[in-house]
Nanobody
Framework: QVQLVESGGGLVQPGGSLRLSCAASGSINAIIKMGWYRQAPGKQRELVATIVNGGDTHYINSVKGRFTISRGNAKNTVYLQMDSLKPEDTAVYYC?????????WGQGTQVTVSS
């Protein structure tokens, strides 16, 4: 089993930055891909960014050039550096770890972009 714990959310003004962290524990060698999803009030959950074990990354168009996903040296941590934040980035952000037969989710961390 894999457990995920996110941290780093909060309130930030438009144009500001936040860095989300997600620490994985348990069977971390079974993780194929890690990523971040978000869900804004009244909207469907959407994929924000992913990173596979080889290092390749994927971003949705709305965050390209502003967000950066990365893995820690120990490979059990994934980060989401969010720059030039906009009010429409306000959402609960969830860390995910994709295994061979399942996907694990963190509990979510709130990001609010507001002046």
């Amino acid at each position: 089993q894999v457990q995920l714990v996110e941290s780093g959310g909060g309130l930030v003004q438009p144009g500001g930055s936040l860095r989300l962290s997600c620490a994985a524990s348990g069977s971390i060698n079974a993780i194929i891909k890690m990523g971040w999803y978000r869900q804004a009030p009244g909207k469907q959950r959407e994929l924000v960014a992913t990173i596979v074990n080889g290092g390749d990354t994927h971003y949705i168009n709305s965050v390209k050039g502003r967000f950066t996903i990365s893995r820690g040296n120990a490979k059990n941590t994934v980060y989401l550096q969010m720059d030039s934040l906009k009010p429409e980035d306000t959402a609960v952000y969830y860390c995910t770890a994709e295994l061979l037969y399942s996907t694990k989710w963190g509990q979510g961390t709130q990001v609010t972009v507001s002046s």
